[in-house]
Each structure stands twice: as C-alpha cells, then as structure tokens.
C-alpha cells in the first residue's frame, strides 16, 4: 500500500508540474514579440503555478489601491470602529487634475463621508481623491508601506500617493511590485488571514464591484464569472510610452475553486486596446487550463 501511495504520489506531482508547464508556455506565447515588459504570476491551490519574468517591480499605478484597503480596514478593525464611521472632506481634499467621480459629484467639498463610501469610491471606482483621503486617514504613505512590511511582503514597495504620482510623469513608477508579491498578498487576503468578518465581506464585495477595466481580466471570461479585481493604468510619456497597464485580482471557477492572477504591463509600445487584450487573453487561457 506505502509503495502504492508512493508512485500514485509521483504521477500526480509529475502530472501537476507538466499542466503548469503547459500553461506557462501558453502564456509566453500570448507574450511573444510585444513590445513592453509584461509579468505574470498565477495561483491556484495555494501555490504560484505560473511565474513569467518576475524578477523585477512593476509599476503598481492604481492597484496600490488595493493594499491601501486592506490597511484602512486594518486600521479600523484594530480601533474597533465600524464602516460606518464618518470623516470631512474639504474643497482642498479634491484636487481638480486627476480622476475623481467623488469630486465630480460634490466639487465644493465641505461635507462628511464614511470610510464605506471612500473605500467604495477607492477600490470599486479607483478615485484618487478618495485614495489620497483614505492615506492621510491612516497616518500617511510611510504607515501604509510599514502595514506591507509588517506583513512580509519586502517586494512591494509604496512610496507615493496619487497627488504625488501626478506632479510628474516618472513618479508614476515609484509603486512598485512583483507579480509574485501581489497573487500572494490577495491569497492572503482570501484565505481571510488579514481582517475580520465584518471587513473582510465588504472589501471582497467592492473588489467584485470594481467597474474600472472591464476589458482586463474580465474582458474574455465567460458571463457571469465572479471576478474581483484592481486595475492600474498610466499616462504615456512624451514618446508615447506607457509607463504601466495591469489588472490583478481573483477568479472563480465553476467548481468553486478560485485562482489569483497579476498581470503588469510596464514601459508598452503597444496600444491600449492591445494591452487590454494582453491581459484578457491570459485571464481566459488561466480560466480554461483550470476548468478542462
């Protein structure tokens, strides 16, 4: 019986290494002769299956939005405050040059919100003035990227808010991770190791409601496939280079089961229409390598 166990043990790992192996050539192939430095990394079962050039950090851009959530609950939870509690915005808060549903609706500040709604506009919306509020509402960058450190991830790095990636092109780049560091963070988040109940259902909830990116991970994935997901996106530089295109976030499959995907996109020739559809072709062949 050992002996038995032993080999049937053996055909499975070789069996898991050789469909990860697939899939990884799958991927590169979708990559081939595109003109940017794309990452990948995969998770599924608890494990990165497929890693594709993560050796360096990408530009995180408006996924840093992500992390900054799962700081701000922290926060909360840590205080014992509720969603529900409430803090004021000024007309200085909205700064008029970036995107901000939150300002377009109330352009004179001078009014309070809950954390809930800021979190909504953040993370579902990917407001900047709501992300910035929300950083200041912590204690400032410096606590946020010390909340990454304490929780073991030394390959994601954040430094800047969005008002100051916006005071020029390159600091657009100064959030930084590698794919790897994302599927494992998110994993974290899902096995619910990082927040309470309370917290940990309403940040999956805005996730899945993120309405940036639509053409992104979820763009080819069969309707109705529950995605919760961060998008990022830059501006070009004066050659028209974009500094970042990416979208991470999880997939759930129709067993139940669920995988974590990053992709970034960094320093890209190509268009945007063609970045998205980069993203979205390895969404689908990572959706249908694990639904065969």
């Not at 509720?82 to 009014?111: C, M, N, W």
């Amino acid at each position: 019986m050992t002996k038995l166990l032993t080999t049937l043990s053996a055909v499975f790992l070789f069996f898991s290494v050789s469909t990860a192996g697939t899939l990884q050539k799958q991927i590169r192939s979708i990559l081939k002769d595109k003109k940017a430095m794309i990452g990948v990394a995969v998770l599924y079962n608890g494990k990165i299956t497929v890693s594709v050039n993560d050796d360096q950090g990408y530009a995180m851009l408006s996924t840093f939005k992500f992390p900054l959530a799962l700081a701000v609950c922290d926060y909360l939870d840590r205080q014992k405050l509720p969603l529900e509690t409430e803090i004021y915005v000024s007309k200085a808060d909205l700064h008029p040059d970036t995107y901000s549903p939150l300002r377009d609706k109330q352009p004179e500040g001078d009014f309070h919100i809950s954390i809930k709604e800021l979190l909504r506009y953040c993370v579902s919306l990917s407001d900047n003035n709501a992300c910035d509020i929300l950083i200041r509402y912590i204690g400032g960058i410096e606590r946020l990227q010390q909340y990454i450190a304490d929780l073991g991830f030394p390959d994601m790095v954040i430094v800047a808010t969005e008002t100051q990636m916006h005071q020029q092109t390159g600091n657009q780049a100064l959030n930084r991770t590698r794919p790897s560091a994302a599927v494992l963070l998110f994993e974290q988040f899902l096995q619910k190791k990082l927040l309470s109940a309370t917290y940990q259902d309403f940040l999956e909830q805005i996730l899945i409601e993120t309405t940036t990116g639509a053409n992104k991970l979820k763009g080819l994935l069969p309707s109705g496939t529950l995605v919760g997901h961060k998008t990022g996106s830059s501006d070009r530089n004066a050659a028209g280079l974009k500094i970042g295109d990416n979208d991470m976030g999880f997939v759930y499959l129709p067993n139940g089961n669920y995988f974590v995907i990053a992709v970034f996109i960094m320093d890209s020739m190509e268009d945007d229409d063609t970045n998205a559809s980069i993203i979205a072709r390895i969404s689908r062949t990572v959706y249908d390598h694990y639904t065969k």
